[in-house]
T-cell receptor
């Protein structure tokens, strides 16, 4: 079983749609969680950290359920510029920053 | 724009060549990383340096040799690579310790012929 699993995608949605991505992780000792965004042939960029209480940044809302080992990202009012691959990322416990990336879910927003 | 600078952006090398990838950051971060990303796959951790010492080696073949000359620089020396080593090599940095945000460079695209 992969350490971080995501929806396979791709998601093709019209502008203005709401889209949700899901992710599960296998290591219950994982300490911190993130969503990164990666554009084609570019480096990954941090979109947002994910906290147990849930957190929101504009049109983006992230949720963490530690009991279910489940992470989600909700994008409201999708824009064309949201088209990218969204990577669910888990930081394994152990004192060092050791990011484990999910395979990514590709989002394509069309007019 | 990223504050982690990688050079070269593109590199083509033969299987008998020796080359190096370079990475520089001026954010005062004392942890630096090398990741490898194949097409349509997520990044995979190769090495972690913390306070200029190698902390994690994810069982990377010895044909990849990392070096951290000082707190701002990270190199990846390449020798006798195989075509399957062709990938995007990403350098990153952060404050040491679990949970701190990691910042990636734009990457070096490596093609081994």
């Amino acid at each position: 079983r992969k350490e971080v699993e995501q929806d396979p995608g791709p998601f093709n949605v019209p502008e203005g749609a709401t889209v949700a991505f899901n992710c599960t992780y296998s290591n219950s000792a994982s300490q911190s969680f993130f969503w990164y965004r990666q554009d084609c042939r570019k480096e990954p960029k941090l979109l947002m950290s994910v906290y147990s209480s849930g957190n929101e940044d504009g049109r983006f809302t992230a949720q963490l359920n530690r009991a279910s080992q489940y992470i989600s990202l909700l994008i409201r009012d999708s824009k064309l510029s949201d088209s990218a691959t969204y990577l669910c990322v888990v930081n394994k416990n152990g004192g060092y920053n050791k990011l484990i990336f999910g395979a990514g879910t590709r989002l394509a927003v069309h007019p | 724009d990223t504050e982690v600078t990688q050079t070269p952006k593109h590199l083509v090398m033969g299987m008998t060549n020796k080359k190096s990838l370079k990475c520089e950051q001026h954010m005062g971060h004392r942890a630096m990383y090398w990741y490898k990303q194949k097409a349509k796959k997520p990044p995979e951790l190769m090495f972690v340096y913390s306070y200029e010492k190698l902390s994690i080696n994810e069982s990377v073949p010895s044909r990849f040799s990392p070096e951290c000359p000082n707190s701002s620089l990270l190199n990846l020396h390449l020798h006798a690579l195989q075509p399957e080593d062709s990938a995007l090599y990403l350098c990153a940095s952060s404050t040491p310790g679990s949970g701190n945000t990691i910042y990636f460079g734009e990457g070096s695209w490596l093609t081994v012929v």
